[in-house]
């Protein structure tokens, strides 16, 4: 099958999930950013760093890109989610640029967004629009410039305190705390809503998550 071909394909698919349909922003574009079709189950336990890349490489493998080296945007106490991912360029399964470089990712946050965001397969994830189904919160541990969190005083609405505490629910194994999140429907980058630092949530289990608009989904970047 020729590539124009497997393109038109592609974006006839594209059409049933946004409305919309969407140009590769280059012909050699290959999927390098997605968010998870599904959540490990476990809420803020993800077993570590370690178990979310591994969940992420699994999800890529069915999708039909497990060759190549897979990180979940994630901070920890030892190692800034910046840090994790590689230097880009990233695009979306529909071949969309989400970012250049660690710099374009991170400056002015506004390059994820409802329209670029999709899962492994290409699926769309339920935001705010979908006001029974939301799962618009993003584990990320992590501030807006990218680097590790910790548990302070917040907005959006959601009741915080200050512990100082990496907000990594310790570093993905659950427990107490709280971890912080990012909204993959980022209005525009305005504050509150960026899509890797928007609030924190409720607490680690899978329960806490789920009390506001989360099932325990992360992004998943392609470091290779």
Known sequence: MNKALILLLKLTIAVSYSGFVF??????AVMSFFV???NIGNGADLGGVAGADAHCQSLAEAAGAGNRIWRAYL????????????????YNYWGQLIATDLT???????????????????GRIPGLEDEENATHDMLTGSKSDGTLALV???????????????ATCSDWTG???RARVGHF?????EEGTLWNSAHYTLGCSQEALERNASVGLFYCFAAD
């Not at 140009?23 to 050699?28: K, L, N, P």
């Open 23 to 28: 140009a590769h922003d280059s012909e050699d």
């Open 36 to 38: 998870t079709s599904r």
């Open 75 to 90: 901070s920890t106490s030892t190692e800034n989610a910046r840090d994790r991912i590689g230097t880009g360029p990233w």
């Open 104 to 122: 374009d990712l991170h400056d002015n946050n506004d390059n994820v967004m409802t329209w670029n965001s999709f899962s492994e397969s290409g």
């Open 152 to 166: 302070q005083e917040g907005k959006a609405g959601i009741p915080e305190h200050t512990t100082g505490d990496p």
């Open 175 to 177: 427990g107490d705390g």
């Open 185 to 189: 429907d980022s209005q525009l980058g």
